[in-house]
Nanobody, 114 residues
């Protein structure tokens, strides 16, 4: 299973970005798809997850601003990020989870300027 995240970049505070994570291999619809992020000098933290039944959960720090969706036809999960803040600056990673298996992609950098 391979995951490829894209869509990161530099944006001003208050702006929006949409990250994508394309999944190849395995059975996409079975996976819970999560997003994590890691800021410089900090531990990787949970951002949100969409489960195979399309239930979504978000961390308190992004709830109401970020949303996760998935396109089963394209084997892709998205992270729509609105009202971005400088503290959202981090490398964002996608993660595919199914039973005891967990797969990570390389991250994509998001930088929010004040």
């Amino acid at each position: 299973v391979q995951l490829q995240a894209s869509g990161g970049g530099l944006v001003q505070a208050g702006g929006s970005l949409r990250l994508s994570c394309a999944v190849s291999g395995g059975t996409f619809r079975r996976y819970s798809m999560a997003w994590f992020r890691q800021a410089p000098g900090k531990e990787r933290e949970f951002v949100g997850v969409t489960r195979s039944g399309d239930t979504t959960y978000y961390s308190a720090s992004v709830k109401g601003r970020f949303s996760i969706s998935r396109d089963t036809a394209e084997n892709t999960v998205y992270l729509q990020m609105n009202s971005l803040k400088p503290e959202d600056t981090a490398v964002y990673y996608c993660n595919a989870i199914y039973q005891s298996s967990s797969y990570w992609g390389k991250g994509t950098q998001v930088t929010v300027s004040s």
